[in-house]
């Protein structure tokens, strides 16, 4: 997922990856673990709008308007900042 996310335009994993989660719960780190599970609902939200859009379920204004509202909303979690900061916005929305 996180190589199909970046080619989209999303940063992947920020922070820790899967494979510190279980040291991260042990360490009670459990922020981090919902920063980074909460990046993964986003990312698969954004590639379920570009596949809505890709096989035509929805036209390329109603994902772009999808995709931007969805950035505004992880834009207004403080936890999200440098998730959202690292967003390529033009390869987001399929900018030409």
Same mark, same amino acid.
């Given at each position: 997922?996180?190589?199909?996310? *970046?080619?989209?335009?999303?940063? @992947? #994993?920020?922070?820790?990856?899967?494979?510190?989660?279980?040291?991260?719960? %042990?360490?009670?780190?459990?922020?981090?673990?919902?920063?980074?599970?909460?990046?993964?609902?986003?990312?698969?939200?954004?590639?379920?709008? *570009?596949?809505?859009?890709?096989? @035509? #379920?929805?036209?390329?204004?109603?994902?772009?308007?999808?995709?931007?509202? %969805?950035?505004?909303?992880?834009?207004?979690?403080?936890?999200?900042?440098?998730?959202?900061?690292?967003?390529?916005?033009?390869?987001?929305?399929?900018?030409?």
């Amino acid at each position: 997922m996180a190589n199909l996310a *970046r080619l989209m335009g999303l940063p @992947g #994993k920020v922070g820790i990856d899967g494979s510190k989660v279980h040291q991260s719960y %042990l360490d009670g780190q459990y922020a981090d673990i919902d920063t980074y599970c909460m990046q993964d609902v986003f990312q698969t939200a954004w590639i379920y709008q *570009r596949y809505s859009y890709i096989s @035509g #379920k929805i036209t390329l204004e109603q994902y772009r308007s999808a995709a931007d509202a %969805l950035l505004v909303f992880v834009r207004e979690i403080p936890e999200q900042e440098e998730f959202a900061s690292k967003v390529d916005e033009k390869t987001m929305r399929i900018v030409t």
